[in-house]
């Protein structure tokens, strides 16, 4: 199935038809083949046709978070928020990278914005995540203001 959309995708790209968004899905397929190299090549690619491709910089943010690189995948989470600000997966993955880098206010907000463009299920399943995060800030502004 994959070779078959590849070789499709492949083909839309040397007709010039959509090309961003076909290098964006070659960058999916090789980065669930697990060709790292590969996948950021086709994101990057995808951003050279396109520098406003949300979902090109959606998938270069996780693969950044994959590889450990926390500054780079915020700044691509928080590109891809920009320009598509009602994509809500982005706002979970920028809460989770905001919590790593101990932005918990900033965290606190993003998670609270994805829960707004997710339906009641998905919402509640960052209910937990969202009380977590609000209890440790709490903890933190108490530690720091509170009696010594």
């Given at each position: 199935m994959d070779s078959k959309a590849a070789e499709l995708y492949e083909k839309a790209i040397e007709e010039g038809d959509?090309?961003?968004d076909a290098y964006c899905n070659?960058?999916?397929i090789e980065s669930q083949k697990g060709n790292t190299t590969k996948a950021f090549d086709c994101f990057t690619t995808s951003l050279k046709h396109d520098p406003r491709h949300s979902e090109a910089h959606y998938n270069l943010g996780n693969l950044y978070f994959d590889a450990n690189d926390?500054?780079?995948a915020q700044m691509h989470y928080e590109m891809a928020a920009e320009v598509d600000p009602s994509f809500?997966?982005?706002?979970f993955n920028l809460a989770l990278v905001q919590a790593i880098n101990n932005d918990l206010t900033a965290a606190v907000s993003a998670?609270?914005?994805y829960q707004e463009l997710v339906s009641g299920d998905e919402g509640r399943n960052a209910d937990e995540l969202l009380r977590n995060l609000k209890k440790t800030l709490a903890a933190a502004r108490n530690s720091r203001f509170g009696p010594a």
């Open positions: 959509c090309v961003a070659l960058g999916i926390f500054r780079l809500p997966n982005v706002y998670l609270t914005k």
